[in-house]
């Protein structure tokens, strides 16, 4: 008989055992897990640096707040919007990226009136309408439609955009402790430095930064857009991005459920699942609004949870703090800025293709049938709609409404398609109030490990 003994994944250190100085330094390694996915958002889409610092602390401040200050959850910047601020902001143009994010801002609404309706009525009979034969294919096409945008800035060159590639690689795979967490920040920082020794990096910009400044600009919020509105756009920019927070809801349940796994305790249940995306939610609509990137639960804190097995959320509350102090420093954006285009392509390749990968996750472990054609079906039309359209001549579908013209990218076609279609077509795939909980891909029981 094994001489294993079972113990419960309960919080072993809190506040008062360790003392400030280490939850000081505790919450700067939640800092340096995030650090490198959430400032790579705003590197790639042309936001600004400064601005999603800021508002990657303060959500995390607001989502602890609404969330009753329960849940150890650090708020980043979310990778799957992408595809909709380069919708609506192909090369990053300062005077369109507001619209793109006030498509964000209205995506963020949707999380507000799931956490009402769950409220209402119960996660079973809400979430029904959103299951993995839905937002599996949307995830893979997110990835995928953004791979030709990875291509393109490793072409400028492949040497520096593989060395980046390989740190991440050797770093996740056989990395131990905090260096399996951070691949992404190391394959940045790797990739980076070897560029400046071979002198490719300006650093000038950095030379001529501020060390204080102030992280807003009233041109780069939503606010600026009604200044002189571009009625089109607007609509487009709705249409286009919103449906994108179909996959994000369901993310954000995954992630809540990992949370809760790794800490032993039930969130969903308490403070409550109405709770957590209410917080995710207004977090990435007050940060859409002063034009920063939407938010998002990030997994590589959770991961920093379960290696130190230090779960008291007030350590997260720290990374807030230092965020937002990181946000008022121009210094730190302007390196970021400078940042080589084939490090940014090298880390985007895995980050993009490591998209695609889990919403195929999301389909197997699921168990989805694609023995049943209306399966089938439903995945095939989101698939070809959502790539085939990004990848054509026009690249969206246009079309007028009296004066008004809409364009709908082939994400935006494919989510709406697939929802539709699977509400309508007869058979049944998933119901939340039948399955198995771990079948659904939230984990409503709390797992016990086993330890030697």
């Known amino acids: 008989m094994s001489n294993e003994k079972t113990v419960t994944n309960n919080a072993v250190y809190d506040a008062k055992t360790l003392g400030v100085p280490k939850m000081l330094i505790l919450g700067m390694q939640h800092v340096f897990a995030m650090f490198g996915a959430t400032v790579l958002v705003p590197a790639l889409t042309g936001l600004s640096v400064s601005t999603t610092l800021l508002f990657a602390g303060l959500g995390t401040l607001l989502f602890h707040f609404l969330a009753k200050g329960k849940v150890p959850a650090f708020l980043g910047s979310s990778f799957a919007f992408l595809a909709g601020y380069w919708a609506i902001a192909p090369n990053g143009e300062a005077e369109l990226l507001p619209y793109a994010c006030l498509g964000v801002a209205c995506a963020s609404l949707l999380y507000v009136i799931l956490s009402m309706l769950i409220k209402a009525f119960g996660v079973n009979k809400v979430m029904k309408f959103f299951p993995p034969i839905v937002t599996g294919p949307i995830i893979i096409a997110i990835g995928l439609n953004l791979s030709t945008s990875a291509i393109s ?26 260096i399996k967490i951070i691949p992404i920040i190391l394959g940045v920082i790797g990739s980076y430095v070897v560029a400046a020794i071979f002198g490719q990096v300006d650093f000038t910009p950095v030379a001529e930064a501020a060390w204080i400044g102030l992280p807003i600009s009233f041109d780069r919020t939503v606010f600026a857009v009604f200044a002189n509105p571009d009625t089109s756009l607007i609509i487009t920019a709705i249409i286009t991005i919103m449906p994108i927070a179909f996959a994000t809801i369901v993310e954000h349940i995954g992630d809540v459920s990992a949370i809760s796994s790794t800490v032993g305790k039930n969130f969903i249940q308490d403070p409550g699942l109405h709770r957590t995306l209410l917080g995710d939610g207004l977090a990435t609509l007050v940060a859409s609004l002063f034009g920063a990137p939407a938010n998002t639960t990030y997994g590589e804190n959770t991961g920093v949870l379960s290696l130190t097995k230090v779960y008291d959320p007030l350590v997260i509350r720290i990374a807030a703090g230092f965020a937002v102090l990181f946000s008022f420093c121009p210094k730190i954006a302007a390196l970021i800025s400078c940042m080589p285009t084939a490090t940014l392509g090298g880390v985007s390749l895995v980050l993009y293709g490591m998209i695609s990968a889990v919403g195929v996750r999301n389909v197997v472990e699921n168990k989805v049938d694609f023995s049943q054609s209306r399966n089938v079906i439903v995945a095939a039309l989101i698939l070809v709609l959502s790539i085939g359209i990004n990848y054509s001549a026009a690249g969206a579908i246009s079309f007028s409404i009296g004066a008004v013209t809409i364009s709908l990218s082939g994400l935006a076609v494919g989510s709406l398609v697939g929802i539709i279609l699977n509400a309508v077509l007869p058979g049944k795939d998933y119901n939340f109030d039948e399955e198995n909980p771990t079948s659904t891909g939230v984990d409503f029981e709390i797992n016990q490990s086993k330890v030697e």
């Open 153 to 178: 800035n490793c072409e400028s060159n492949w040497a520096i955009a593989v060395l980046a590639i390989v740190i991440v690689v050797v770093c996740n795979i056989w990395g131990k402790g905090m």
